[in-house]
């Protein structure tokens, strides 16, 4: 596997290739949830490429951006192992040049939930996301269902914005428990750990009435919310019942919707979502 950090080789590399092109970007320290999307772009594309790029413009002033834990090296051996044939690991300044001024901004999907709680984050993730799409002219980009928000938000400017790639959402990887994968369940001591389970309890609570045949959403936010409030460790954020596409909260469920959810455990802030 190739491991580049300049924007001049990469470009160089990618110049270079015939056959569909993979890309998945990453802030690295990589887990199961990241390798099966290398996985999936394997089996659909004939190079794969993954970035690794702890973007700072998607951090907020007082977020985690210079504790988000970084193993460059194990990284690489996850990557090398599950076939990538190329890493880029830019420094900031390869990514952002000085007097950088040019951002993307979505409108609507980027204001109830995550955008909201995060003011600035969706503006620093479309923009990183745009500039890999321009660095590696991907044919097919993968994204995780675990950050749902995202999923729509990168989906809406590929499309707004005309670039030439299929976007594609996969799903959400797990631990046995119930446990989404994170980078960020590092931060987690085993009493927290354990209380985390309950995110995974309270969108399964929330489908079940869903699919028993519930269809009033105030409902459903609050079997997540009550389900939440078991756990004495674990402080709600937001609960959501919105629709898919404009993430707009809904009264009634019509045409199913995307249950999602942002909690604080210990110093950790852990989001969930179930498409239902
Ligand atoms: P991150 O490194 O957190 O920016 O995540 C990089 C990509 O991996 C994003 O598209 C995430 O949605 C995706 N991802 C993160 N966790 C998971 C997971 N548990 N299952 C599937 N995809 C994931």
Redesign the pocket.
Known sequence: MLILTSLVELRHYRRALTGAFGL???????????L??VRRAKTECAHVGVSIFVNPTQFGPAEDLSKYPRDLERDVQLLTAAGADVVWTPPPEEVYPLNFQTWIMLEEVTKPLEGKARPGHFRGVATVVAKLFNAFTPDKA??????AQ??VVIQRMARDLNFPVDVII?????EPDGL????RNVYLNPAERHAATVLHRALSAAKAQYEAGERDAEILRATLSSTLATEPLVREEYVSVADKETLAELTLVEHGALLSMAVRVGKARLIDNFLV
Do not use: W
């Open positions: 998945v970007p990453t802030m690295g320290y990589l887990h199961e949830g990241h099966s999307l993968y994204f995780g269902q675990k950050d995202q999923a996969c799903p959400t990887v797990r989404a994968l994170s980078s």
